[in-house]
């Protein structure tokens, strides 16, 4: 069992930047795949990035590249999304998932945070 908390999300201008944490608890979380995802009003849940467990490999939507940048300190058990040069498109509630086992840019994964609300104004 993980428990998920993200927190870092608020409301920043166009451009600016946000740095959301996935805090977890429970097992192992150094050998869960994490993912952030981000669902808009009206919009299906869609895949923002994702870092493996074991070679902290990463994966980013063709919206999050050369912008977001995941990364991982297992010791904290922690995991960020660094966003910068926001758009108003990137407002969203913004999720963390972790599995052990999951196709990382898919939403299947056994556990899933609260999410945290990410607004950019224009």
């Known amino acids: 069992q993980v428990q998920l908390v993200e927190s870092g999300g608020g409301l920043v201008q166009a451009g600016g930047s946000l740095r959301l944490s996935c805090s977890a608890s429970?097992?192992?979380?150094?050998?869960?795949?994490v993912g952030w995802f981000r669902q808009a009003p009206g919009k299906e849940r869609e895949f923002v990035a994702a870092i493996s467990w074991r070679r902290a490999n990463t994966i980013y939507a063709d919206s999050a590249k050369g912008r977001f940048t995941i990364s991982r300190d297992n010791a904290k058990n922690t995991v960020y999304l660094q966003m910068s040069s926001l758009k108003p498109e990137d407002t969203a509630v913004y999720y963390c998932?972790?599995?052990?086992?999951?196709?990382?840019?898919?939403?299947?994964?056994?556990?899933w945070g609260q999410g945290t609300q990410v607004t950019v104004s224009s």
């Open positions: 429970g097992s192992t979380f150094s050998m869960y795949g």
């Open positions: 998932a972790a599995d052990r086992n999951v196709v990382p840019t898919t939403p299947n994964y056994d556990y």
